[in-house]
């Protein structure tokens, strides 16, 4: 795992060269501490740095950026190439020799053979690559298929620049910090930028899946190489026809192929524990190819409605790994988020960052690899939204719009807390078995949903925090993203993988692959998802939907692999989010930090939102008529964001 950076000055005359482009890299350094590398050729204003967190080929071999064999071209690369032993045999075949053993090489060699666009659909991983082709005087960036790597990119003043996270971009002296108000109103509605958007104006994300091709006139060409669209599309069209035992048998020998190239590394290598489905499929497969315990590691919380500990504990013990887990207390855990501004340097406010580095910390300090489960709910259906939202609509279309916006407005009615004492005092007279957890902030989602038109308003609204953004921010219109896309009914017609689609191309890549990426590089730790393997996402797309959720019960298929390792009996629990109370300490030990981001006279001689009801929000969650937490923790990271970067 690295980070990469680099520019093109196209005009020549100004070029910038070394002191720039180490600026760039030192930005970085985080994401590879262990070397540096810097080329540039000012006779056609190009310039890469690399900075290298050494996990295959240790030797100056695998040192970046590197030139091919041929010399045409020259790569700086971040990610790992689960097939790139396979690869270098082919090339190895084809009279091609290699000077070490790192998968770098393997893609340059590639590229001499098969060309660029021949090479990048080859390689199966994550990855973010820039490549400059010295025969074509041309850049060539390419992002793997999930969108598990980061890459931005912009033309500024002529000049342009990429980098893997938006520090590399601010270090080079033409670049402008404009916030793009646009972008800007999709963060309040999502909690994150969504890609191909950024903060910034002139300032892209690559979408996952992509080349990019900066021509030598300074025109740049974006050409998709693999469209999960189509992908599901094709998969959805010919279904697998797989028995029960089939389909099990067929995702355990993907998945074990899929652990165990994610296990290569010349340095130590564990996973993080939950002790939920994800992450002990990946753990238990792990452990039953290794000869050895592996290291597993897990955050433990005194709160015991947010503490998966004791889970991951049990799981780690039936397995038999080298367990580690840490219990945190409220104070250390509130200790990261001064830190946050810096770690994500786009607003980003998904409040489980905080937990995610924690347990990233942990790993760091024992190993330099880590897997973990990402990627299971948005392919198996895990997602409470995929239970429930359909079930809602299909009592909400039969009953009159005017009677649902009186009991929306009934619920509303009544703050959270009321709704809570009000259970609690009824609680006993319900039979056990029909009891359920009843949380006040529960009913006013729902009542938030009662006034939909149609299922996917319902799905939006389900994923939206500020429902009118535009109103929040000033000068600031939506951009039209996936979920607004009304083709998206014709090639799914089933309103649950219609969600799980839309999900895998928005929430997965830019929140929970945002969130973990910056969390690890941020103490330079890599991780690897096997269940975000290519092959498997085809693969788990062909299955029919009764796979994925059956009789109730969500990843189905997925289920029947872990329970062939680990007791159904310690994994089948409620679902747990990754969560902190957040909604506790805005009113306790973070009032005075959210009120100074949040003071009114701040807000107006900043002039990004509409102050009334930022305020007015802020004092609903203080009186406790309400829990606006995930609101008002979107606009607290804008804040801190704004305050780390524009006014340091």
């Known amino acids: 795992m690295c980070g990469i950076a680099g520019y093109i000055n196209s005009q020549y005359n100004s070029f910038l060269g070394e002191e720039t482009l180490r600026k760039m890299s030192i930005s970085l350094a985080h994401r590879g501490p262990d070397d540096e590398g810097m080329w540039f050729d000012e006779r056609v204003g190009v310039a890469l740095c690399h900075r290298r967190l050494s996990i295959l080929d240790l030797s100056p071999t695998g040192h970046q950026p590197m030139i091919s064999f041929d010399e045409r071209y ?7 190439i689960y097939n790139y032993r396979d690869l270098r045999k082919e090339l190895e075949q084809l009279g091609r020799s290699f000077r070490g053993s790192s998968d770098t090489e393997v893609i340059l060699e590639a590229c001499s053979v098969w060309g660029v666009e021949g090479t990048i659909p080859r390689l199966w991983g994550m990855f973010a690559i820039a490549l400059w082709d010295r025969v074509e005087r041309q850049l060539i960036l390419a992002r793997d298929r999930l ?22 971009l601010r270090a080079h002296p033409a670049f402008h910090s404009e916030i793009d108000r646009d972008a800007l109103a999709l963060y309040l509605r999502h909690g994150y930028v969504p890609a191909p958007y950024s903060i910034y104006k002139k300032v892209r994300k690559l979408p996952q899946g992509y080349l990019a091709i900066l021509r030598p006139e300074g025109s740049l060409i974006l050409k998709p190489y693999w469209e999960a669209r189509q992908v599901i599309e094709c998969g959805l069209a010919d279904p697998s026809k797989l028995s029960d035992a089939e389909a099990a048998d067929e995702l355990e020998m993907l998945l074990r192929d899929a652990t165990a190239r994610r296990m290569i ?7 993080l524990l939950s002790g939920g489905v994800d992450s002990s499929t990946v753990v238990a497969l792990m452990q039953s ?7 597993t590691f897990t955050i433990g919380f005194y709160e015991d409605a947010y503490n998966e500990a004791e889970a991951a504990r049990k799981v780690a013990n039936h397995l038999g790994t080298d367990h580690t887990e840490l219990y945190v207390t409220p104070n250390e855990t509130q200790a990261v988020i001064p830190r946050l501004a810096q770690l994500y340097d786009e607003p980003f406010a998904d409040s489980s960052q905080i937990p995610t580095f924690l347990v990233c910390e942990l ?37 009159p719009t005017p009677a649902r916006r009186c009991i929306a407005n009934l619920i509303q009615s009544i703050p959270p807390r009321g709704w809570n004492v009000a259970y609690a005092a009824i609680e006993p007279l319900i039979p056990p078995r029909l009891r359920q957890r009843l949380h006040g902030d529960n009913l006013h989602k729902l009542s938030e949903w009662l006034t939909v038109l149609n299922e996917d308003e319902l799905y939006h609204r389900a994923v939206s925090q500020w429902k009118k953004p535009e109103e929040m921010v000033i000068g600031g219109r939506e951009p039209m993203t996936p979920l607004l896309d009304p083709s998206l009914r014709q090639s799914f017609p089933n309103f649950t993988e219609r969600m799980m689609y839309l999900d895998l191309m928005t929430y997965l890549p830019d929140d929970i692959l945002v969130k973990v990426d910056r969390a690890s590089m941020a103490v330079s730790l ?8 290519h092959r498997v996402v085809e693969w788990v797309w062909r299955l029919p939907f009764s796979f994925k959720n059956r009789d109730g019960q969500s990843k189905w298929v997925l289920r029947q692999v872990l329970y062939r390792y680990v007791p159904s009996s310690l994994i089948e629990r409620p679902k747990m989010g990754f969560g902190i109370p957040m909604d506790v300490w805005l009113r306790g ?60």
């Open 265 to 271: 590394a010349d340095v130590p290598l564990g996973a």
């Open 74 to 80: 020259v790569i700086v690369f971040n990610g790992e």
């Open 526 to 533: 890599e991780t690897r998802n096997p269940l975000l393997d």
């Open 589 to 648: 030990p973070l009032r005075d930090w959210a009120e100074s981001l949040l003071e009114e006279r701040r807000l107006r001689q900043e002039g990004f939102f509409c102050t009334e009801l930022i305020r007015h929000s802020w004092d609903a969650h203080l009186s406790g008529r309400c829990d606006e937490q995930h609101r008002l923790w979107i606009v607290l990271m804008f804040q801190a964001w704004y305050e780390r970067w524009f006014k340091n």
């Open 289 to 295: 190819q290794s000869s050895r315990p592996i290291k």
């Open 363 to 399: 790993t760091r300090q024992h190993v330099t690899v880590g897997l973990s489960g990402d990627g299971g709910d948005e392919l198996f259906g895990g997602y409470n939204r995929y239970v429930w939202a359909e079930s809602i609509w299909y009592w909400l279309r039969h009953v």
């Open 147 to 168: 969108g598990k790597k980061p890459l931005y990119y912009g033309q500024i003043d002529g000049i342009f620049m990429f980098g893997s996270e938006l520090k590399a």
